[in-house]
C-alpha cells in the first residue's frame, strides 16, 4: 500500500474485482488490480481493469498517477489515479516517482525478468529512453521485490543489495 501525497487516500492491490473479466469467470486466472481507498478504509474505487497481476502503486507527487509494476513481465506501467487506461513505461519493477514527478526510478533485470542482477534505471514519467545508474545483486520473486526511495531533494536514490551475503543499503 502507499499514502496518497495529501495523506487522504491509499492506493492498494487486490484480486477483489468490480468488473467482469472472462478469464476470470472459466477459473483460468485472477487479475490483481491497483485500488484506492479513502484513508479511513471507505469509498474503494477500482483504478485499473486489466488481467494481468498490477502490485506495488506508487504516486505521483501531485497525486493525479500512479506507477505500478505488472507481471507477467515486469513491467513499469502509468494510470491515472482516477481510473483509466494504464500505460507501459518501460521493462522493470518497483516504481518510484522523484519528488518533481518528472522522472520514474526502477530496477529492471538483464533477462528483462525477475532474476538478478538488477540495473537501477531512471527515466523521465512520460516515457522515452532510461538510463541506466547501476547494477545491483537483489533478491526478487513475485512475494519479495526490491524497492526504492528518492532523497527529498531528488538527487538520490535509496536501495538495498546483497553484498557478502548481507543486506545492505546503497545510496546512488
Known sequence: PAWSPDGTRVAFTSKHSGKFHLMTA?????PI??????ADGDDPRQVTNDTAGL??????PDGNQLAFTA?????????????GKARLIGQGLSPDWSPDGKRLAYFSSETGG????????????HG?????LRSFRIESNFIS????DWSATGERL???QIENGRWQPAVV
Do not use: C, H, Y
Request: no cysteine; charged share 10%.
Open 26 to 30: 472459466l477459473g483460468f486466472a485472477q
Open 158 to 160: 535509496l536501495a538495498v
Open 114 to 125: 525477475l532474476e538478478a542482477p538488477f540495473n537501477l534505471f531512471v527515466q523521465a514519467a
Open 145 to 148: 521485490r526490491p524497492s526504492l
Open 71 to 83: 507481471l507477467p513481465g515486469p513491467r513499469i506501467m502509468t494510470a491515472a489515479a482516477s481510473g
Open 55 to 60: 502490485l506495488d502503486p506508487s504516486w505521483s
Open 33 to 38: 488490480n491497483v485500488w484506492t481507498a479513502a
Open 128 to 132: 522515452g529512453p532510461a538510463k541506466r
